[in-house]
Structure formats: structure tokens, C-alpha cells
């Protein structure tokens, strides 16, 4: 995603213009603030929900794996092991998942993208998404706790969760 500064300078910028725009249509009939503020707040959600239906990227490079342990471990004694668990991750999800199953791995858990919206994209259907992340969770653990890590059932690591 591109920096957040930008965007809401884009997004000031785009309001702006609108009110400008539409400065004619300003009758008096509530505060001048109140007024601007539709427009502003009309402005803003349009242009976060342009960008949240923007197709992400199936593939994880080096600096995306890099960046996980910092989102989901907010302490510094937890990120090393996330670090940790994370690399046997991403080795799992490169050896042991089909490429179907990776796809839907990493735009479900790791890149938060709505499983419907996945469907659609790939043309299949909410179940059999859901039954293919079952899956790759399910061959995942197996990895993961082949290779010494034990997951608890209460508190799997984030990507593993649901």
C-alpha cells in the first residue's frame, strides 16, 4: 500500500476540490462545517473502499515475510520466536502446499482478503475456498509441528488461527 501521507493528502486534497465545487449549492440551512464535513467523510470512504477492493497480490516476497513478525507480535521478547515460526512457515507454505493451496493461503490468512472476494476472483465459491484453506491449515500444522513447534489448539500463530 502506498504511504499513508499520501493518501491523505489525496483524500484532503479530493474534498477540497468537491467543496469547492459544490460551494453554490450551500444554502445556510446548518453550519458551514457540518456541511463540508458529508462531503469530506463521502470523499474518504469512497476512496478507502477503491482501495480495499484493489486485487492484492497472491505472492509474498522476502521484505512481506520479513514484516509479519512485527504485526503480529507487538513484543520484542515475542518477535524472535515469531521470526522463527514464521520462517518454518514460509518454508511449509513453499514445500508442502499444492500452488492452488498457497494462492489461497496467502490472500486468506496472511493478506487478509476476504474469502468471497477470492471466490469471485477465481471464479469458485465460498465453500470450496474454505475447504482449500482447511486444508493447506491442516498440512501446515503437520509441518509445523514436525519440525518441533507445538501449536497450541487455543493459540495456533496468527496465520494458522480460524
Known sequence: ?????????????DAVLLIVDR?????????????????????????????ARRPRLSEMDDSDWDRLPDQLSPEPQDRAES???LNALRRGVEQKLTP??????????????PI??????LGSNRNAIYKTLFDARRKLRIHLE????????TRPPAALAG
Open 1 to 13: 500500500m502506498r504511504n499513508l501521507d499520501d493518501l491523505v493528502e489525496e483524500i484532503a486534497a
Open 100 to 113: 492452488h493451496q498457497r494462492r489461497v493461503f496467502v490472500d486468506v490468512a496472511l493478506n487478509t482478503m
Open 116 to 121: 468471497d472476494q477470492l471466490a469471485e476472483r
Open 23 to 51: 460551494l453554490n449549492g450551500y444554502r445556510g440551512e446548518s453550519r458551514f462545517t457540518t456541511w463540508a464535513y458529508a462531503f469530506v467523510m463521502n470523499v474518504t470512504s469512497a476512496k478507502l473502499a477503491r482501495i
Open 146 to 153: 514436525a519440525a518441533g513447534y507445538q501449536i497450541s489448539p
Open 83 to 85: 521470526r522463527e515460526i
